[in-house]
């Protein structure tokens, strides 16, 4: 069964990195685009980015030129690189896919999610 287990929160002060990682197992993976999307508290779960199964990419405008998405297909994983992080990052961040090989992506499958949090 398709399983997405996503790792690398925590907790880290205004303009600094963190990288999530989402390791995928269950499907095929190099055919399958890969989303990630967080949820806030007390807001609707949002889409961040996704990467196509060619290595295609969107972003939402509130991270462009500050996050970046990439896959490593060798890993089945793909990452999300935070650089320049703000407290308005801080959410819950998950990875899914709908066995799509575009984005974006429509009734996926969710991991289990990892927290981020931006404070100082």
């Known amino acids: 069964q398709v399983q997405l287990v996503e790792s690398g929160g925590g907790l880290v002060q205004p303009g600094e990195s963190l990288r999530l990682s989402c390791a995928a197992s269950g499907f095929t993976f190099r055919r399958y685009a890969i989303g990630w999307f967080r949820q806030a508290p007390g807001k609707e779960r949002e889409g961040v980015s996704c990467?196509?199964?060619?290595?295609?990419?969107i972003y939402t405008n509130a991270v462009k030129g500050r996050f970046t998405i990439s896959r490593d297909n060798t890993k089945n994983t793909v990452y999300l690189q935070m650089n320049s992080l703000k407290p308005e990052d801080t959410a819950v961040y998950y990875c899914?896919?709908?066995?799509?090989?575009?984005?974006?992506?429509?009734?996926?499958?969710w991991g289990q999610g990892t927290q981020v949090t931006v404070s100082s």
């Open positions: 990467i196509t199964s060619v290595g295609g990419t």
């Open positions: 899914a896919t709908d066995l799509q090989p575009a984005c974006p992506m429509n009734n996926p499958y």
